[in-house]
């Protein structure tokens, strides 16, 4: 891999911390645009409890100088305020005299990692997994990702997100001005969604799932718009766009599917109605699609469309109502632990979304383009697409 990253930190700890590696020197990487990210992530309605705890900022702790990239790993730190609040359950190196203290839990919850990696581990606390497991672990996620977005912005390539559906509701397909629409949305729009009917319906979804004590699953789509064709590759199954896209997506908590543009709909259709038809504008001396059913990826590679990828979020495990379960210690049976939950962080999914996309576009872009400062990309890139012209 060209760029790389690292995240550590439990969801009740200290602090998250990242560290990216591979940002080419010279790139200018300002604190609010990293914090604007992860007030993003932190956003949305159906959010729960910890969201007006915290306040997410970012420390830069190495690989900067004067605000630019020196070409050295970039460090960043977030602190956890609750931890103030789990000061004794969570002490790195000092266990509490009171067993009461430790805030163990030995009753999993169904859909979460608390039995399998209890199992895994050899614990009899879950308290050990569910920390490191916990969503939490995405506000260094995009912490890093924000990082990348100042790469591809560098390099003339956007990225957004908006929410598809809630439940039983789905939005309408994004009108032709979709994309550009969804960049002048106000960081604090309810559900990233443009049809103002279809906001309606979902937060009443969200709202009657919350009265029932429930959780409610949901779907984003990732959109990338001036992504140079040729990223990826056909040749080896783990250099293939769609598959390191898919696989960024689906390793986000909570994700249980992936789809690369209408891939799952591609299923039940003949070929004569999938398949995107080629054209050539002689005017912008490109091969050009009236469509994009393949979501911007042919073959493994970019083919110069949007990239839109999608996520579909599981409900989440941790419920009001808790679902039968089975307790580590005694193996009696009872109901699976409470904590604190979300109704559906669909906001936050996509944001997290966007910063998984922008890590592996990155990379991508750094080795096809290679570059130790970011000039150097830019002129790779660019002599590129000039070539391109002139195929």
């Known amino acids: ?38 007030r993003r992530r ?34 960043m730190l977030i602190r956890n305020l609750d931890y103030e609040n789990w000061r004794e359950a969570m002490d790195p190196e000092r266990a509490p005299e009171a067993a009461a203290a430790r805030r163990s839990v030995t009753r999993p919850r169904p859909g979460h990692a608390d039995l399998a990696g209890a ?7 879950a308290r050990d997994i569910l920390e490191r497991a ?84 949901g779907v984003f789509e990732v959109l990338a718009q001036g992504v140079p064709p040729g990223l990826g590759s056909h040749v080896h199954w783990d250099r293939r766009l769609d598959g390191r896209l898919g696989g960024a997506i689906l390793s986000i908590q909570g994700v249980k599917a992936a789809a690369v543009g209408e891939g799952i709909e591609a299923a039940a259709r003949a070929g004569s109605e999938h398949h995107d038809a080629i054209a050539y504008d002689a005017a912008r001396r490109s091969f050009v699609r009236p469509t994009n059913r393949a979501g911007g990826i042919e073959g493994g590679m970019s083919n110069g469309s949007t990239i839109r990828v999608r996520g579909y979020l599981k409900p989440l495990a941790t419920l009001p109502r808790p679902l039968p ?17 979300d109704t559906i962080p669909i906001v936050a999914a996509g944001v997290v979304g966007e910063a998984m996309t922008c890590l592996v576009l990155a990379d991508e872009m750094l080795r096809k383009f290679g570059g130790d400062h970011v000039e150097e990309t830019r002129r790779n890139l660019e002599q590129y697409l000039r070539a391109l012209e002139s195929y």
């Open 325 to 341: 379960t089975v307790d580590l210690v005694t193996k009696e049976a009872t109901e699976a632990a409470r904590e604190r939950t």
């Open 134 to 217: 916990s969503a939490r672990e995405t506000a260094a996620r995009t912490a890093a990702g924000a990082a990348a977005r100042c790469l591809l912005r560098a390099l003339g390539v956007e990225v957004t997100s908006h929410t598809v559906a809630v439940g039983g509701v789905r939005a309408p397909d994004l009108p032709e001005d979709g994309f550009e629409r969804l960049l002048q949305l106000p960081d604090d729009a309810p559900l990233r969604c443009l049809d103002a009917q279809a906001v309606q319906r979902m937060v009443q979804e969200i709202e009657r799932a919350r009265q029932e004590r429930d959780s409610i699953g």
């Open 1 to 38: 891999m060209a760029l790389r990253f690292l995240t550590a930190g439990e969801s009740h700890g200290p602090a998250l911390c990242v560290i990216v590696e591979g940002l080419p020197a010279g790139l200018a990487l300002e604190r609010e645009v990293i914090d604007r990210d992860l």
């Open 42 to 75: 932190m956003g949305g309605y159906g959010r729960g409890g910890r969201m007006r705890i915290e306040r997410d900022r970012v420390e830069f702790l190495g690989g900067l100088r004067f605000g630019r990239t020196i070409g050295a790993p970039v460090a």
């Open 119 to 125: 199992l895994k581990y050899a614990t009899h606390d």
